[in-house]
Nanobody, 124 residues
Framework: QVQLAESGGGLVQAGGSLRLSCVVS????????MGWFRQAPGKEREFVGG????????SYADSVKGRFTISRDSAKNTVYLQMNSLRPEDTAVYYC?????????????????WGQGTQVTVSS
């Protein structure tokens, strides 16, 4: 059973930074593409970015390009989301997800495994 556990969320002022971590257990993380999603109150869950199995291919939503960076450490079975220049509109619950796909995917339906989420709140 693959399990994902996010951590690193919290409250930060606008312009600040946070780094989220997602630890994969029950399997080798390098077997999956990994995605980060977020969901704000009253809104649908949206794609933030994703990273391929090797880490050689990374995609980002336009809203976070240049501010967020995804990376993975296969030795630690962990994927990271470094978030810089945070804005109030980045406030959401952030989820990591895993999919057994050869390519990075952006739709929630394409991910099989999900973490429980971690809250990120950006104050103005």
């Amino acid at each position: 059973q693959v399990q994902l556990a996010e951590s690193g969320g919290g409250l930060v002022q606008a312009g600040g930074s946070l780094r989220l971590s997602c630890v994969v257990s029950g399997s080798t993380s390098s077997s999956y593409i990994m995605g980060w999603f977020r969901q704000a109150p009253g809104k649908e869950r949206e794609f933030v970015g994703g990273i391929s199995r090797s880490g050689g291919s990374i995609s980002y939503a336009d809203s976070v390009k240049g501010r967020f960076t995804i990376s993975r450490d296969s030795a630690k079975n962990t994927v990271y989301l470094q978030m810089n220049s945070l804005r109030p509109e980045d406030t959401a619950v952030y989820y990591c997800a895993a999919a057994a796909s050869p390519f990075v995917r952006s739709r929630t339906s394409e991910y099989r495994y999900w973490g429980q989420g971690t809250q990120v709140t950006v104050s103005s």
